[in-house]
C-alpha cells in the first residue's frame, strides 16, 4: 500500500510559477503512475496529468497543456508538478494520486488510482 505526501502549494500571483511535489512510500511506490489532479469546491476532481514509472509515458489536461509540466525522480520515489504562467481558474486543491498499472490503463480518470495524498491548496491571487 502506497502513501503520498504532497507539498509545495501556496499563494501566487497571475503568471508565476510555482512547483509542487509528492512522494510515495511503501509498496508499490517505485512502479506506480503518478498523477496530479484537482479540485474546486462544488466541482468534479479534474485531472493535471500524470507520468509513469520511467518517464516515457507523461499525459496533460486540456486546460493546462502548454503550462504545467510533470516530472518524477525515481530514485527518491518523487514526483513534481512545475506550474508555470498561472491564472486565477487554476486555483484549487492539488491531489497527488498513485495508479498501479493495468493492460488498458489510460490513467486519466479518478477511479483508476487507488492512492490519493491529502491534498496542497494552490491560490493564485489576479
Known amino acids: 500500500q502506497a502513501q503520498l505526501v504532497e507539498s509545495g502549494g501556496g499563494v501566487v500571483r497571475t503568471g508565476d510559477s510555482l512547483t509542487l511535489s509528492c512522494t510515495a512510500s511503501?509498496?508499490?511506490?517505485?512502479?506506480?503512475?503518478m498523477g496530479w489532479f484537482r479540485q474546486v469546491p462544488g466541482k468534479e476532481r479534474e485531472f493535471v496529468a500524470v507520468i509513469n514509472w520511467n518517464g516515457d509515458t507523461i499525459k496533460y489536461g486540456d486546460s493546462v497543456k502548454g503550462r504545467f509540466t510533470i516530472s518524477r525522480d525515481y530514485t527518491k520515489n518523487t514526483a513534481y508538478l512545475f506550474m508555470s504562467s498561472v491564472k486565477p481558474e487554476d486555483t484549487a486543491v492539488y491531489y497527488c494520486?498513485?495508479?498501479?498499472?493495468?493492460?488498458?490503463?489510460?490513467?486519466?480518470?479518478?477511479?483508476?488510482?487507488?492512492?490519493w495524498g491529502q491534498g496542497t491548496q494552490v491560490t493564485v491571487s489576479s
Open positions: 494520486a498513485a495508479a498501479t498499472p493495468y493492460f488498458g490503463g489510460k490513467y486519466i480518470y479518478r477511479h483508476e488510482y487507488s492512492y
Open positions: 511503501g509498496s508499490g511506490a517505485s512502479t506506480n503512475f
